[in-house]
């Protein structure tokens, strides 16, 4: 999947005027500047990234297509906004981060090299993701939620991460990169340098990830 040519045209372009993408949005700029150095290594590549976000858990139900969730729930972005409705989702999520650590110069960064070498790491990176995956279908149903007394006055509190279980985030981010990664990142190196290159195939045993969906759609039938 490949970004439509209105988000191409504002998003996908070397320097990204700020203003126009506000416009284009209907809200403020929600990105920064100059953190790719820091740059959080789960991060699809692309002109939005993150570094040190905060992990109370928005982002991922805010865009639920594009964020994503370590384990910590430090977000990253998973899957680079394709159209105006994920563009929207994605700066609301980089809105609401109080850290301030979206990004979205990436594409003054990004290079044949350093994407190759990111594609190179993929079976690392895809392992990772479905033991979260795993992780979130097994949480109780209010997950992060601490009790407190407090001089026998019981407190609850929300500590981190979003406020139910999310495991369908993680099968969308398995499923673009199983499906679509390597056709969005042959795009986008074409987009780069005006050249094709064919990334590697990526050759992984997909059997644990089709497994938890199994789970997972069986779970989605009986609610």
């Known amino acids: 999947m490949i970004p439509s040519p209105e988000i191409e045209n504002v998003l996908f372009k070397p ?20 953190g790719f150095q820091e740059i959080h290594w789960l ?3 692309g002109p939005i990234y993150t570094t040190f976000t905060d992990n109370c858990g928005t982002g991922q139900p805010e865009a639920i297509h594009n964020v994503g969730g370590d384990e910590d729930y430090r977000e990253i972005i ?32 990004w290079n044949k090299d350093n994407i190759f070498e990111w594609w ?3 079976k690392e990176r895809i392992q990772y993701i479905i033991d979260r995956y795993d992780d979130e279908l097994n949480l109780p149903e209010e997950p992060h939620i601490s009790k407190w007394d ?12 979003p406020s139910k279980p999310i495991p369908e985030n993680y099968k969308y981010w398995l499923d673009y990169y199983q ?24 050759e992984f ?10 789970v997972l759609a069986e779970r989605i039938a009986k609610s």
């Open 43 to 45: 991060n699809t590549p």
């Open 120 to 122: 190179s790491k993929s």
């Open 179 to 202: 499906y679509d990664m390597k056709n969005y990142l042959e795009w986008y190196l074409f987009k780069l340098h005006a050249k094709a290159y064919m990334l590697p195939s990526l």
């Open 15 to 34: 320097v990204i005027d700020l203003n126009e993408l506000s416009a284009f949005t209907g809200h403020e700029d929600a990105f920064a500047r100059g």
């Open 150 to 161: 407090f001089g026998g006055e019981i407190r609850y509190y929300h500590l981190f991460g």
């Open 78 to 109: 998973f899957k680079q906004p394709v159209t105006k409705e994920e563009l929207i989702a994605t700066t609301i999520a980089g809105l609401i981060d109080p850290f301030s650590a979206y990004f979205i110069d990436g594409s003054q960064h």
């Open 205 to 214: 045993d997909w059997s644990r990830k089709e497994a938890l969906d199994k």
